[in-house]
């Protein structure tokens, strides 16, 4: 059973920074692609940045060039660093991995960006 732990979040000022981390219990190069996904309150669940096996990335409009989805293989760990936060970047942030048909989720961790 793959487990996935999202850690990161926090209260931050507008303008300012954070570094999500999502520890994966077994090997990240074995899934198809795994992403950062986030929801905020009273809106739809939406993909921010993927990451395929191969290492190709892609992201949201709203975050490009602000946000940098990232992995350590050797760690078994995703990171999605996140600069110039904006008020509407405050959600639940999700990490996603996908193998096969199968996907699987974190828990969430919560951002909350201050104006």
């Known amino acids: 059973q793959v487990q996935l732990v999202e850690s990161g979040g926090g209260l931050v000022q507008a303008g300012g920074s954070l570094r999500l981390s999502c520890a994966a219990s077994?090997?990240?190069?074995?899934?198809?692609?795994m992403g950062w996904y986030r929801q905020a309150t009273g809106k739809q669940r939406e993909l921010v940045a993927a990451?395929?096996?191969?290492?190709?990335?892609d992201y949201a409009d709203s975050v490009k060039g602000r946000f940098t989805i990232s992995r350590s293989i050797a760690k078994n760990t995703l990171y999605l660093q996140m600069n110039s936060l904006k008020a509407e970047d405050t959600a639940d942030y999700y990490c996603?991995?996908?193998?096969?048909?199968?996907?699987?989720w974190g828990q969430g961790t919560q951002v909350t960006v201050s104006s």
């Open positions: 996603n991995a996908r193998r096969s048909m199968v996907e699987y």
């Open positions: 077994g090997n990240i190069f074995s899934f198809n692609a």
């Open positions: 990451i395929s096996s191969g290492g190709a990335t």
